[in-house]
């Protein structure tokens, strides 16, 4: 067994006179087993490397220097194994390198690809803050702090100095930091964030040049992190206005085309809106949480659990952030949610805006769903009369709506009426008794029951209803004093 | 009013420059700030330096250096007739933002456009000044794109072409007829002259170069420009013949197309729908198919329904499926040609497997290490080991072939 002993992490001048010698020696690619610097040797490496006998040469296409400078950089282990078992296929075959479908060489062109990116992203993504230092132009140096994934600070250094020619700067890294003081590159070992300003004067003009040159009328989320992944956005000052951008970007957007309209929207913009009404929905953070809920909405649409799926005409589900702190549960959709797909877009959903607003409670910050996600109707000619969800229906969608409050884990999630108290809590309870006091549910937070908000349009008495519709507004109330206290 | 600050004004100016869908930063000549006293460097390939959640790149800084015009184009932010509110850089300002920017590494360099003021003349004086200052007082290197006014002297056309890297007027609309309507002050023949001249000044400063190296360099990155996709009735027909015609008369390095999105104050002759991304998107792949496969506009063309691109696949995709008896292509024999039509190969995919085939019987699994996705594929090729047998000829290869997710046509109008 060979072991060779590499300077550095992307030595490429102490790989390729080991990799001569041994390959000239005709060693295996087996029986070789390669170091970095301090790394503790290998148990059974005590074999020396014989010397290359002189004038024994030894030639690869010129094609693979510049694949092996480049995959020496990766930080995969077994890159200078890789490398060697390549080097021997050469010399077996010189055109080895064009045969593309060849595993080795797939996979050595992967990592180079990989060390590519990464070497494109770091000339993309460093971001210099200045620093007072004494003799340096402008009395500024421009120091950076970027983590790559690969060893590539020493190839990347040149990039800085070509550009940057005229100031005085340095890259710290974990790994490596490089520095240019207008004549020289020198390195010195890693530094931690810390080591670096963590602010800059111009990166407010920045910001607002980010936020302001972004077009909310066409959001593409997946675009920009494809391009620019989260990983990269610690250490990047614009990314913390990207989730404010993505949440404003609709509500721009509609304030644009209604205060340019002030009328009434045509069938298709109406469709529009409701797609991106759907398209927002997936926009909302959350992570895993979000492809979760957006599987469990898919399988919801396809649900035959009663029969109520046959004469509606869509499944309205639950909508808002799925990291809301507060979740609303009405009975089942009416007439107007059944036609748009949404939830408390009817006179019902009015009232409760109207309360929710007077509680302050924000409802886009809030999850609004159902009992029963399928309008349940009588038809009388024309009209389409609300009919009360029975057991059966509200127990096989309890279903969905406990997997929407385990998905979300809503702190406070208040039931409004009898048939939301009873999805929420598994058994029968009347409203008057169990109203105004915390419930411990079952999978953790606290639920409230309140009256539902179409009650308060069924009450004949003028002065009833606005009794009761004060008292509704006082329940939220609690809730919303319940939430603050809870995130204290 | 209160006098803008610079931040205050950068909102407003960066906002109003949005609509330009270029930030390219390639193709340009190889240079440095080395032995300089400035900074910059272009090095042909450009660089994103951050990604707005539009998803698109922001590699210049670009802004307008006023935002007030004395036009009145019916589907521009800017117009004189709109409500919003106006702000204007001093040149000086504009060249301080730009190295400001960039030596923290923000961006590539400066796109630099503006709404019309007093005179034509006027306004291109004020953006070459920009340019000037840039280069001959701080020796900036970067990249630079101005956008030129149609009716501006032809000498400072020329100023802008040798301190910029690009230079670009945008034709705005796909037909005359639309130009006309959205677009009154405006005229084709005045826009197409402006650029003919562009044309030729770069091809004369081309031809000095080859007998005197000391000649100057004059617009490296060549001349590019812009339409409007969805303000006017134009099909996907129209606009990729008139993108064509554009590319052979001018030389054009690229056309980009900017889906109409609806604008703050529009103009009531517009659609106010959501801005018909996808077919922006398709637009761009066709423009692809042209340039880098060998496509001919009528072949675009014909992979289209009734003048329009199908949404749910791409042009490509389109063009296999009705010209089904070009295929199946055998993946061991067939020309370079016929392989860049098959859908899923790209035009690297199709360099590995020429070389690879000088070595080897291709079987699948080697064209599965050489592209992406081989399903997508499989049904148009012959490998060694496979045959699509009736698979091509199935009438409901579409739905077979074409993307599962449905989110793609969310983006669609």
Redesign the interface.
Known sequence: MYCVTLAHHEDFAGWREAARALALAGVRAEGISWQVGDAPQDLFGDEAIPDAQPGAALTVPKPFIGLAQSVICHSDTERFARLYSMLLKLQQNR?AL??????LL?RLEELRKAVGRDL?KM????????MPEEGVPDGKR?V?WFEPDHHIVRTNAP?F???????HWSILTPELCAHWDGRALSFTPGATRADAPDG?P?E???K?????????????????TA??PKKYWKN?P??AL?PG??AG?RAR?LE??E???GKSL?P??VR??K??E??ER?LSPGGNRLAAWEALLEEAKRCTRCPLYKPATQMVFGEGPVDAPLMLIGEQPGDQEDQAGRPFVGPAGQVLDDALDKAGIDRSQTYVTNAVKHFKFEQRGKRRIHSKPGAQEIEACRWWADQERDLIAPKVTVALGATAARSMIGKVVTISKTRGAAIELPGGGEGWVTVHPSYLLRIPDKGKADEELARFIEDLRTVQNRLTALAA | MARLD??QK???L??A???DASCASSGTQKR??????????T?G?G????????????SL??ILLTNSCIFDCHYCINRKSSNVRRARFTPEEVVQ?TL??Y????IEGLFLSSGIIRSSNYTMEQLVEVARTLREVH?FRGYIHLKTIPDADEELVRQAGLYADRVSINVELPTERGLKELAPEKDEKRIEGAMTDMKSAIDDLKDARRKFKSAPKFAPAGQSTQMIVGADGADDGAIIMRASGLYDRFKLRRVYYS?F??????S?VLP????P?MREHRLYQSDWLMRFYGYTPSEVVAASDDGMLPLDIDPKLAWALKFRDRFPVDVNRAPREMLLRVPGLGTKAVK??L??R???Q?RLD?IR??TVSLKKLQPFIVAADWRPVALTDRADLRTLVKPRRE?LE??A?
């Open positions: 055109r064009e045969d593309k479908a060849d595993p797939r494109h000339r993309a993504f460093v971001r210099f803050r200045e421009y950076a990039f100095q070509r550009r940057f020619a005229a100031m800059d111009v407010e003009t920045w607002t040049y980010f936020a302001s040159i972004f077009n909310p009328a066409r959001v593409k989320v997946k675009a920009m391009e620019m990047m614009e990314t990207v951008l993505i970007a957007e644009m085309v205060k340019s309209k045509k298709v913009e529009g809106l797609r991106a759907e398209e997936r | 610079t931040r950068l909102a407003i960066a906002d420059a949005k609509y440095d700030s080395s032995g300089g006293k400035g900074i910059g460097s090095e390939m660089i994103c330096h951050a990604y707005a959640p539009d998803g698109r790149c922001i800084l670009k933002l400001n920017f030596r923290r590494n923000y020796d889906a999105s609806p604008i703050p104050d529009a009531a106010l729908s959501r801005p991304l590995s497997i070389g690879a000088r070595f080897r291709l080697d290490r050489l989110q969310l983006f109008a």
